[in-house]
């Protein structure tokens, strides 16, 4: 086998992989994908998933960064068996404090001559790009100094960067995800290994960091595919044996056309926990973005993606964001729950005015709204009138496609009908159907028109649950009280 095709690395089990994040800022669906697919390979085959935080770039560390990505993972139950907070035999897991096992590994390439002080000052290097691209051309930095240079680089005293001393030639190499890739050796030119300010860049601490942790698969996302000649460039210089690499498609935003970014939808994931959206139902959308296990399945639980999860099938082409989909599988969640479940989890959702609700008629209220939740956000709205009474809205009426065709009066009338019916029934749930359904023979009314208009008396909601249910629980005190306040209401409009 020839110096440039590089060999699919073969590994032992048990597998490793890491979640190699900077804390510049959130992480959002993108890099949370990258760590979930890393976990799920690690958790498979009962081998280990590591979280090494990659400091280096301290110029654009944001505060706070580093809980939230801890945060982050917690909450979707993407644990690590190593790394920040829980340590592991190959501590530190932070960059910043690897900085001299970064420096005797330089000092090794500086030894065999594949790195040098870069002697070069920024407004010269400045002055290169700008040469570069006058002639069109893209500026590939190489140990190509002109003659009024000294022959040979300053020694390196770590007050200039240090460069990687290059060996441009071409690659192929096999990716567990894109298949067999190629690139030439205008790929490679001498990158900086590490900064005048004392810190490694990414593209050799990264390196550093995987053979030293024996990180067996490294995932990363399609912006480093263009990188990876540099860094098979570097492995051999280091006479590294590298680790099978995986490239992951980016994330589009919902039309497909451009990487998901900020402005498209790529919030903090925390956020999206604020929501109340389940971790299980963000983990699921996550899995299947970009992912499918062959069949025409969509709702996976942990263990089920665990079991089937396999980086061939990945797909090859970018995975699109969308959030209606992830609000289905929500909601989806939302219905598998138990009552106990879901009560739990409903915690801090509840309307102000169900704070001292007795904890069995919140439950009993769950039991009714939960297969119209799409998230627990959604309990304000379907639950608030169970707890106070609502603020009537007559525009909710006349903006009804059915009721909005009807006089005001004729309304009214129906109203009266209602109640008078309603109080001589039982109000209990099956008592209730049986009188809404007489109700319905006595008015001659279809069920769009009746019911409708004594579920907004009632609740003044755009949605309530199944209408004889939703009136057993308010009970023939509050419902008879809303709809005499309504038959009032209704005809201060006549």
């Not at 907004?456 to 309530?464: A, D």
Request: aromatic residues 10%; hydrophobic residues 35%.
């Amino acid at each position: 086998m020839s110096k440039n095709q590089i060999p699919s690395t073969k590994y032992h089990l048990p597998i490793r992989t890491r979640f190699a994040p900077s804390p510049t800022g959130f992480v959002h669906v993108g890099a949370i994908r990258t760590a979930l697919f890393s976990w799920l390979m690690a958790q498979k085959d009962n081998g280990v998933f590591i979280l090494r935080i990659e400091d280096t770039d301290k110029i654009r560390e944001v505060e706070g960064s580093l809980k939230q990505i801890e945060d982050s993972l917690r909450w979707l139950g993407i644990n690590w068996q190593e790394g920040i907070d829980i340590g592991g035999p190959n501590a530190p897991y932070l960059q910043s404090e690897r900085l001299d096992i970064y420096k005797d590994w330089a000092n090794k390439l500086i030894n065999s001559g594949r790195a040098y002080a870069d002697p070069y000052t920024k407004e010269q290097l400045d002055k290169f790009r700008d040469e570069a691209k006058t002639q069109k051309i893209p500026f590939m930095y190489r140990d190509n100094r002109p003659d009024s240079l000294e022959s040979e680089p300053p020694v390196w005293d770590g007050s200039q960067p240090l460069r990687f001393k290059s060996d441009p030639i071409s690659y192929k190499w096999t990716d567990a995800v894109m298949g067999e890739l190629s690139t030439g050796p205008d790929a490679i030119d001498d990158f900086i290994i590490i900064k005048s300010d004392g810190y490694p860049t990414y593209n050799f601490c990264h390196i550093i960091d995987d053979m030293m942790m024996k990180v067996t698969h490294v995932l990363r996302s399609q912006e480093f595919i263009s990188s990876t000649p540099k860094f098979l460039n570097l492995y051999e210089a280091l006479q590294i044996e590298h680790p099978i690499l995986a490239t992951l498609p980016f994330v589009m935003s919902i039309d497909g056309q451009k990487k998901l970014g900020k402005r498209d939808g790529a919030k903090d994931i925390l956020e999206y926990k604020k929501e109340g959206f389940l971790p299980e139902a963000m983990v699921n959308f996550l899995a299947t973005l970009g992912w499918n296990d062959g069949t025409e399945q969509e709702i996976f639980s942990v263990s089920e993606l665990i079991e089937k999860f396999s980086l061939t099938r990945v797909q090859k082409s970018p995975a699109r964001f969308d959030e209606k989909r992830l609000l289905w599988l929500n909601g989806q969640w939302i219905r598998r729950l138990s009552i106990d479940e879901l009560s739990d989890r409903a915690g801090d959702f509840w309307p102000e005015s169900a704070n001292d609700a007795p904890d069995q008629l919140r439950r009993q209220i769950l039991t009714l709204v939960q297969d119209r939740l799409k998230t627990l956000s959604d309990l304000p709205t379907l639950t608030s009138y169970f707890f106070k009474d609502p603020t009537p809205d007559w525009n909710m009426v006349k903006s009804d496609k059915q009721l909005g065709k009807m006089a005001t009066n004729d309304i009214v009338e129906l109203l009266k009908k209602s109640l008078v019916t309603l109080t001589e029934c039982s109000f209990e749930a099956e008592s209730l159907q049986q009188t809404l359904n007489s109700l319905l023979s006595s008015t001659d009314q279809k069920p769009a028109v009746l019911f409708s208009i004594i579920r907004l008396s009632v609740s003044w909601s755009p949605f309530s649950p199944a209408l004889n249910e939703t009136l057993a629980v308010l009970g023939k005190e509050v419902v008879t009280k809303r709809l005499q306040f309504a038959i009032d209401f209704g005809s201060q409009k006549i």
